[in-house]
């Protein structure tokens, strides 16, 4: 028998050995849920229900009894909190962050005065306003038709006046988007800023700047716009270059006309053609081009090229050469 047989199946061996070990060591998310159900029956007045278990094994933590749970309210499903959990000794796991995790009871507490907070700021939304909903750092509107530049405008400024009630809870930039019961397809969002954007001061917590922006998110407006640049002028980069430079095909940073958020401007990098196919390369340059979402037409405002690109303040030094109707700092007051 060859050395490399014998090699070959002592590895498999061990690996076998090592497999049952580890395994004899991972808790199953069956035994888990159970587990945990019964705490919920005995501790908790069998309160809530587990929604949502995974493992949570990584480096950072290093326990294969790690679980990320979700737990809901039985009398109202709305009501969820989240948390990580020690299967093995059955505690919470704060990350070190916390000398005092909070307990269960704790994070059910701050669920239910998140979502009295989320209701009272939906009734505040009015009749036109379907639904509110709330993310870490995201807020959709949804309607039942589609919204126009003034309906999110003033929907914002309606939104706000409800967040300024809650400065502990809202004291930081958040993006609001507009969908409908039908679609949830809309490429524009509202990004507003409070007056002191710092989650540590509270003191004013006032929203008075909104800008109008287009997802850079795969929409179809912004992908229609990335391929016709590419068409227009991605051959005339490369002979304008000598060969050397060609156009990038990643999405664009745009600036969107605060009024009728029907002009842009976008900027695209130009890149440096590597000599090798799967070479990293360089951005050497940036083209800037206007373009109407409505009737696309397209406009080259500034090319340039460089030996290598700065990107120190370059979005603000090509804003500061923008029409003010395409500045970030629109005020809706």
């Known amino acids: 028998m060859s050395f490399k047989i014998i090699a070959l199946g002592v590895f498999l061996a061990l690996s076998a050995l090592a497999y049952i070990?580890?395994?004899?060591?991972?808790?199953?998310?069956?035994?888990?849920?159970?587990?945990?159900?019964?705490?919920?029956?005995?501790?908790?007045?069998?309160?809530?229900?587990?929604?949502?278990?995974?493992?949570?094994?990584?480096?950072?933590?290093?326990?294969?009894?790690?679980?990320?749970i979700t737990f809901a309210d039985k009398a109202n499903p709305d009501i969820q909190f989240f948390t990580y959990w020690d299967a093995k000794i059955e505690k919470l796991y704060s990350?070190?962050?916390?000398?005092?995790?909070p307990t269960l009871n704790d994070l059910y507490n701050k669920a239910i005065a998140t979502y009295e907070m989320e209701e009272d700021i939906k009734s505040q939304m009015g009749d036109q306003v379907k639904n509110v909903v709330f993310e870490y750092n995201k807020i959709t509107i949804v309607t039942d038709f589609e919204v126009d530049r003034a309906?999110?405008?003033?929907?914002?400024?309606d939104l706000c006046k409800a967040l300024e009630t809650y400065p502990e809870d809202w004291n930081l930039s958040v993006n609001i988007y507009f969908t409908t019961l039908e679609s949830s397809y809309n490429p524009f969002?509202?990004?507003?800023?409070?007056?002191?954007?710092?989650?540590?001061?509270?003191?004013?917590?006032?929203?008075?700047?909104?800008?109008?922006?287009?997802?850079?998110?795969?929409?179809?407006?912004?992908?229609?716009?990335?391929?016709?640049?590419?068409?227009?002028?991605?051959?005339?980069?490369?002979?304008?270059?000598?060969?050397?430079?060609?156009?990038?095909?990643?999405?664009?940073?745009?600036?969107?006309?605060?009024?009728?958020?029907?002009?842009?401007y976008a900027l695209f990098y130009i890149e440096k053609i590597p000599e090798k196919k799967h070479m990293v390369s360089p951005y050497v340059g940036f083209l800037v081009v206007k373009y109407n979402l409505?009737?696309?037409?397209?406009?080259?405002k500034e090319m340039q090229v460089f030996e290598q690109l700065d990107f120190d303040n370059l979005y603000a030094k090509i804003e500061n050469t923008l029409p003010k109707e395409y500045?970030?700092?629109y005020t809706a007051e």
């Open 21 to 68: 070990y580890i395994s004899s060591k991972f808790m199953s998310k069956k035994i888990v849920r159970q587990r945990l159900e019964e705490i919920i029956k005995e501790q908790y007045n069998n309160a809530w229900n587990v929604t949502d278990i995974t493992r949570h094994f990584n480096e950072g933590n290093m326990n294969p009894n790690m679980f990320a």
């Open 95 to 101: 990350y070190g962050f916390n000398d005092n995790p």
């Open 189 to 264: 969002y509202v990004y507003i800023t409070p007056d002191v954007d710092d989650p540590d001061e509270i003191s004013s917590q006032n929203f008075n700047s909104f800008t109008f922006h287009i997802s850079r998110q795969e929409t179809t407006e912004i992908t229609a716009l990335v391929k016709k640049v590419n068409q227009t002028f991605g051959k005339q980069v490369v002979k304008d270059t000598d060969n050397q430079s060609r156009l990038t095909d990643g999405v664009p940073l745009t600036w969107l006309h605060q009024e009728n958020i029907t002009d842009l």
């Open 294 to 300: 409505d009737t696309k037409e397209l406009i080259k």
């Open 327 to 329: 500045h970030v700092s």
């Open 151 to 157: 309906f999110m405008l003033q929907a914002s400024k």
